[in-house]
């Protein structure tokens, strides 16, 4: 089974804290993306990056950044975390259809 | 700029009745379509693609999907509703260049 695992499920924060969320997938896939979900406002595409070290901004990536190490690993930093960015979080990766992990659902207080 | 419509944002249909999720898309060049079911707490799985070839495909858990271009639609439907096929279901749409576009999500509610 393909897998992509999300290093938290649930995480509770404070305000200013750095934060960050692991994202590693076993397929060997070079496209890899975080999403934020918000009830009634769908996904967002928070970062993607299509190599290792490559980066790009998606929809919304303020208060946001990423790290692409390693193809099989990325990462989602909230430099200083706000409240407003308590949300759950998607990982995903691709190659044609997407493989998202189980999602890590951050309270920031 | 494209766009992914799921107008309803809930369904609710009895078990073993026929059910419609909605999807219509706006995206340039030939559009690759997907439809993801979300369990509660969980991430997003994959159901269906439609990339080139027949307009109905057939995905996982008897879930097919039409893809009709003159009306830009991607509509998911199954013949027989199961109880466990309540969910989050989102229609996505991508272009020539690889970016995705979700639509809001529609609630399936099926009831027994």
């Known amino acids: 089974d393909v897998k992509v695992t999300q290093s938290s499920r649930y995480l509770v924060k404070r305000t200013g804290e750095k934060v960050f969320l692991e994202c590693v997938q076993d397929?060997?896939?070079?496209?890899m993306f975080w999403y934020r979900q918000d009830p009634g406002l769908g996904l967002r595409l928070i970062y993607f990056?299509?190599?290792?070290?490559?980066?790009e901004k998606g929809d919304i990536p303020e208060g946001y950044s990423v790290s692409r190490e390693k193809k099989e690993r990325f990462s989602l930093i909230l430099e200083s975390a706000s409240t407003n960015q308590t949300s759950m979080y998607l990982c995903?990766?691709?190659?044609?259809?997407?493989?998202f992990g189980q999602g890590t659902r951050l309270t920031v207080v | 700029a494209q766009s992914v419509a799921q107008p309803e944002d809930q369904v609710n249909v009895a078990e073993g009745n026929p059910l419609t999720v909605k999807c219509t898309y706006s995206?340039?060049?030939?559009?690759?379509l997907f439809w993801y079911v979300q369990y509660p707490n969980r991430g997003l799985q994959f159901l269906l693609k439609?990339?080139?070839?027949?307009?109905l495909v057939k995905g996982s858990y008897g879930f097919e999907a039409e893809f009709n271009k003159s009306q830009t639609s991607f509509h998911l439907k199954k013949p027989s509703a199961l109880v466990s096929d309540s969910a989050l279901y989102f229609c996505?749409?991508?272009?020539?260049?690889?970016?995705?576009?979700f639509g809001d999500g529609t609630t399936l509610t099926v009831k027994p």
């Open positions: 990056s299509y190599d290792v070290k490559m980066k």
């Open positions: 996505a749409v991508r272009d020539n260049a690889g970016k995705s576009t």
């Open positions: 397929m060997d896939h070079e496209n």
């Open positions: 995903a990766s691709r190659k044609t259809e997407a493989f």
């Open positions: 439609y990339i080139t070839g027949d307009n």
């Open positions: 995206v340039s060049g030939n559009p690759y």
